[in-house]
T-cell receptor
Framework: QKEVEQNSGPLSVPEGAIASLNCTYSDRVSQSFFWYRQYSGKSPELIMSIYSNGDKEDGRFTAQLNKASQYVSLLIRDSQPSDSATYLCAVFFYNNNDMRFGAGTRLTVKP | ETGVTQSPTHLIKTRGQQVTLRCSSQSGHNTVSWYQQALGQGPQFIFQYYREEENGRGNFPPRFSGLQFPNYSSELNVNALELDDSALYLC???????????FGPGTRLTVT
């Protein structure tokens, strides 16, 4: 089992819809969770961080963390074509001080 | 723009050669992490430097080594290059080892 897993997609949603991206992680000591957006040919861009159970909202983005289920998700409301990118889930594992990324989910928002 | 810079942008090397990649961290950041990203994959953690000390390491062989300088800039050195080392190399800086990491634009390395 990979340490951080995401559905590779592609995920396609119409403009204005809610896009839901999911991520699960292995049972290691972890505390910090991040979502990055990566456009083709570019480096990852941090869009959300979450450190405790529950929801965290920032504009059109909501991150949800459930440590008991080892699950973190990202919701994008009112999706726009400019949101079309690969979304990377990242988990910081304390026991080795390393950040592990999922393979990413490719999102396409259709006008 | 994150304020993290990397050089060079692109690099072509021959198998067996050595390469040094450079990274300048964002102002106020004392932690630099290096990643390798193959096409279609997520970034793979190489190692992290915190206040000039290696603070964690991923599953990369010893021929991948690094340094962090007093101004918190960093270098990644790769010896005895292999074809599979061809990838995008990313550095990311953060204000502390636990916090949000901000990526530079990356260095695209091609090994022929």
């Amino acid at each position: 089992q990979k340490e951080v897993e995401q559905n590779s997609g592609p995920l396609s949603v119409p403009e204005g819809a809610i896009a839901s991206l999911n991520c699960t992680y292995s049972d290691r000591v972890s505390q910090s969770f991040f979502w990055y957006r990566q456009y083709s040919g570019k480096s990852p861009e941090l869009i959300m961080s979450i450190y405790s159970n529950g929801d965290k909202e920032d504009g059109r983005f909501t991150a949800q963390l459930n440590k008991a289920s080892q699950y973190v998700s990202l919701l994008i409301r009112d999706s726009q074509p400019s949101d079309s990118a690969t979304y990377l889930c990242a988990v910081f594992f304390y026991n080795n001080n390393d950040m592990r990324f999922g393979a990413g989910t490719r999102l396409t928002v259709k006008p | 723009e994150t304020g993290v810079t990397q050089s060079p942008t692109h690099l072509i090397k021959t198998r067996g050669q050595q390469v040094t990649l450079r990274c300048s961290s964002q102002s106020g950041h004392n932690t630099v992490s290096w990643y390798q990203q193959a096409l279609g994959q997520g970034p793979q953690f190489i190692f992290q430097y915190y206040r000039e000390e290696e603070n964690g390491r991923g599953n990369f062989p010893p021929r991948f080594s690094g340094l962090q300088f007093p101004n918190y800039s960093s270098e990644l050195n790769v010896n005895a290059l292999e074809l599979d080392d061809s990838a995008l190399y990313l550095c990311a800086s953060s204000s502390d080892r636990l916090y949000e990491q901000y990526f530079g634009p990356g260095t695209r390395l091609t090994v022929t």
